[in-house]
């Protein structure tokens, strides 16, 4: 990191910034074409910190992914515009992450349900969900399997 004094290395303080993130976006690669996508996403800390989206069972998303399964991704909140009398006055408060690590299908019916109430559950539904056979048959799960994480903060001091 450029700044030291913007990195965020205690994990508690990183969890929260991804507890309070409202969607995730994840950058894949193949052939030297980059591709990033917004989502929506649960978190899991324990034991191993995870990742769960969901998404249909076609498109480029899941093309790159069965090339490449290693993603970035990243996540921010806190936003808040600073202004100034003079443009190098204005700036930006926010916390983010970025991550690194490997993504993969999940096809198992009972883990499916697992990762789709880990997704409710960050969105703020508590409990256990019914999910019907047939949307889970069109429903894609995919797991990101957190290999590094980093955040970073912007107090914008003047």
């Given at each position: 990191?450029?700044?030291?004094?913007?990195?965020?290395?205690?994990?508690?303080?990183?969890?929260?910034?991804i507890n309070r993130a409202?969607?995730?976006?994840i950058a894949l690669a193949?052939?030297?074409i980059p591709y990033i996508v917004t989502l929506n996403f649960g978190y899991e800390s324990s034991?191993?910190?995870?990742?769960?989206?969901?998404?249909?069972?076609?498109?480029?998303?899941?093309?790159?992914?069965?090339?490449?399964?290693?993603?970035c991704f990243e996540m921010d909140t806190g936003h808040e515009i600073i202004t100034g009398?003079?443009?190098?006055?204005?700036g930006m408060k926010y916390r983010s992450v970025v991550g690194?690590?490997?993504?993969?299908?999940i096809n198992e019916k009972a883990a499916k349900k697992e990762g789709l109430n880990c997704i409710m559950r960050h969105y703020g539904a508590e409990?256990?969900?019914?999910?019907?056979?047939?949307?889970?048959?069109?429903?894609?799960l995919l797991q990101l399997e957190i290999t590094e994480i980093t955040g970073k903060k912007s107090c914008h001091n003047k």
């Open positions: 990191m450029k700044r030291n004094e913007r990195e965020v290395s205690d994990i508690q303080i990183i969890d929260d910034i409202d969607v995730c976006r193949n052939d030297n034991p191993e910190r995870k990742l769960y989206f969901h998404c249909a069972n076609k498109g480029r998303k899941l093309e790159m992914i069965r090339k490449n399964s290693y993603v009398t003079k443009a190098c006055d204005w690194y690590g490997y993504i993969k299908i409990g256990e969900f019914t999910y019907y056979n047939n949307m889970l048959d069109r429903t894609t």
